[in-house]
């Protein structure tokens, strides 16, 4: 598990994306990355949130911050997911689990008394020198898209 810290560089990812396309962290220096890792496409909490950042993905452009939303789905099942909700965020397939692990959100979760492996509803807010300047962690979806963007407003 990582140990990121604010200040630390955030780790560079290269993930297939929507749309048959790529997304790489080096590619969106000189703007704020708004990362947000989350556990599964087409849940409730995971809609949600998708599409809170969606609402307001012109808010956080306009503040030159660009959003990635990261789960360990395909990017097949990430383009049912936008089309079926009309999600305007990029979505990264971490199907294999490496960036889950670089930022530490791969973790134990315990639901009913039962024990297993899940990411971590997580956000990270990069800046343009591709530090990290926010976490949070275990996230409630409620009012978190607004915070992460007063955030981003306030730097």
């Given amino acids: 598990m ?3 810290k604010i200040g630390d560089n955030a780790p ?3 993930l297939e994306s929507d ?4 997304v790489k962290l080096k590619d969106l220096k000189g703007q704020s990355v ?4 989350y556990p599964r496409d087409d849940t ?3 809609t949600k949130e998708a599409i809170q950042f969606s609402e307001l993905k012109e808010e956080f452009e306009a503040h030159n911050c660009a959003i990635i939303g990261i789960s360990k789905d395909t990017a097949q099942k990430h383009d049912k997911f936008i089309a079926k909700h009309d999600l305007k965020v990029r979505l990264g397939a971490d199907v294999e689990g490496d960036v889950v ?9 315990n639901m009913y008394g039962k024990k297993y492996m899940g990411i971590e ?3 990270f807010l990069i800046g343009p020198d591709q530090k990290i300047q926010r976490i949070w962690r275990k996230v409630r ?3 978190h898209v607004d915070a992460v963007l007063e955030e981003v407003k306030g730097k």
């Fill in 19 to 22: 749309g048959g396309d790529t």
């Fill in 34 to 37: 708004v990362l947000y890792f």
């Fill in 121 to 123: 509803r997580a956000t």
């Fill in 141 to 143: 979806v409620k009012g």
């Fill in 44 to 46: 409730p909490g995971c």
């Fill in 101 to 109: 692990e670089k930022y530490g959100v791969w973790v134990e979760k």
């Fill in 12 to 14: 560079d990812f290269n």
């Fill in 2 to 4: 990582s140990d990121l």
